[in-house]
């Protein structure tokens, strides 16, 4: 039962560097998330997919692109990482956009961006 | 802008205490609201949901809901070391493209 699995789980990129975090998930969920957490920050979404064919940027998505490949599928990624990327980074599904509907999360990436 | 706000703590309770954590949303159309406990290290967990006003018992667990007030909370009681954690409260409106985290509480349970 392997919900939202995220890879790779860890990664260290030089400046400049371009990489793709890939998540999918197993539970048949319609909207997908991307999120960013930093020290003593709290959750920050970069980027959302209420549907299959459809994403939409959330509070930070500058320096950042997503792909909805299909319904199991969303991929994160970084074209010119920046010191400032450096974060964890996870990803988190729900069953539909609409409705009391919670996210459950994937484990997560660590990507240090030196 | 739609916030989550919560008190950063360290919240710090005895074992065998009741812990109580605190949340605030600014958006008046939030209808779902949600407790997550996150281990260091690791990812947000969803130990808790409530809709409607009033409590909601699970276990150990109660959430509290006043949309008046705009206030969530959760209770844990005879707490254990194990609950310590970071606990962070999360709103969401019909439309579920508003869904926003709080910052989240540590909470430490000392032996």
Known sequence: ?114 | QKEVEQNSGPLSVPEGAIASLNCTYSDRGSQSFFWYRQYSGKSPELIMSIYSNGDKEDGRFTAQLNKASQYVSLLIRDSQPSDSATYLCAANDNYGQNFVFGPGTRLSVLP
């Not at chain 1, 998540?23 to 957490?37: F, L, V």
């Not at chain 1, 299959?52 to 991929?75: Q, W």
Request: aromatic share 10%; hydrophobic share 30%.
């Open chain 1, 1 to 114: 039962n392997a919900g939202v699995t995220q890879t790779p789980k860890f990664q260290v990129l030089k400046t400049g560097q371009s990489m793709t975090l890939q998540c999918a998930q197993d539970m048949n969920h319609n909207s997908m998330y991307w999120y960013r957490q930093d020290p003593g920050m709290g959750l920050r979404l970069i980027y959302y997919s209420a549907s299959e064919g459809t994403t939409d940027k959330g509070e930070v998505p500058n320096g950042y692109n997503v792909s909805r490949l299909n319904k199991r599928e969303f991929s994160l990624r970084l074209e010119s990482a920046a010191p400032s990327q450096t974060s964890v980074y996870f990803c988190a599904s729900s069953p539909r956009v609409r409705g009391y509907q919670p996210q459950h999360f994937g484990d997560g990436t660590r990507l240090s961006i030196l």
